[in-house]
């Protein structure tokens, strides 16, 4: 299987400021056709996940431009502009290479 | 607007089978992947497996001897069992639509999850 490690566990941020999160996975994400098959969800307590990035880079619809995803092979990061409130929650990073699908283990994003 | 939606019991005792059936409402079976996902309370998520709308099924080798998802295409339903559970089977399970193209993977529609507790 392979494994997504998150940094940090926990990312307190004052609203305003950037927030980056870093994912990491035992083999690389690229596929031959040329995509990097990671994606990025949120989920607010007490709610399911959402995605926001797909493909590593790509947001998906609805999601504001001031969340975006990097980074290739084995490499990611999802950057965050300018944090608002309402962008507390935890994310997870999450491959789609190959079966079994696995996530990272979360990164908690606190508003300060 | 595509809208899932899980029922089944909350409660099993140890030993017994866990059922779950999620319901697709305002969209298709026909394409996707039907899929369960589950998480432990305070914990991450872990990917149960998934049954393709012609009934191809793929399971996490780590509960592929407890794990059966079926698909009824005209309710519009599918359902997961787990046999022979323990209290480490206690989680919240989503069911959730993955949309797997040539040009993309992602889970695009969830249940808003239910909290099922092994206990005796």
């Known amino acids: 299987d392979i494994v997504m490690t998150q940094s940090p566990l926990s990312l307190p941020v004052t609203p305003g400021e950037p927030a980056s999160i870093s994912c990491r996975s035992s083999?690389?994400?690229?596929?031959?056709?040329?995509?990097?098959?990671l994606d990025w969800y949120l989920q607010k307590p007490g709610k399911s996940p959402q995605l926001l990035i797909y493909l590593g880079s790509n947001r998906a619809s609805g999601v504001p431009d001031r969340f975006s995803g990097s980074g290739s092979g084995t490499d990611f990061t999802l950057k965050i502009n300018r944090v608002e409130a309402e962008d507390a929650g935890i994310y997870y990073c999450m491959h789609t290479i190959q079966i079994p699908l696995t996530f990272g283990g979360g990164t908690k994003v606190e508003i300060k | 607007q595509v809208q899932l939606q899980e029922s089944g019991p909350r409660l099993v005792k140890p030993s017994e089978t866990l059922s779950l059936t999620c319901t697709v409402f305002?969209?298709?079976?026909?394409?996707?992947?039907w899929t369960w996902i589950r998480q432990p309370p305070g914990k991450g998520l872990e990917w149960i497996g998934y049954?393709?709308?012609?009934?191809?099924?793929n399971y996490n080798p780590s509960l592929k001897s407890r794990v059966t998802i079926s698909l009824d295409t005209s309710k519009k339903q599918f359902s997961l069992k787990v046999s022979s559970v323990t209290a480490a089977d206690t989680a919240i399970y989503y069911c959730?639509?993955?949309?797997?193209?040539?040009?993309?993977?992602?889970?695009?529609?969830w249940g808003q999850g239910a909290l099922v507790t092994v206990s005796s």
């Open positions: 305002g969209g298709s079976i026909t394409g996707y992947y």
């Open positions: 049954i393709y709308y012609l009934g191809n099924t």
């Open positions: 959730a639509r993955w949309n797997y193209t040539t040009t993309w993977r992602l889970f695009d529609y």
């Open positions: 083999q690389s994400l690229l596929h031959s056709d040329g995509y990097n098959y």
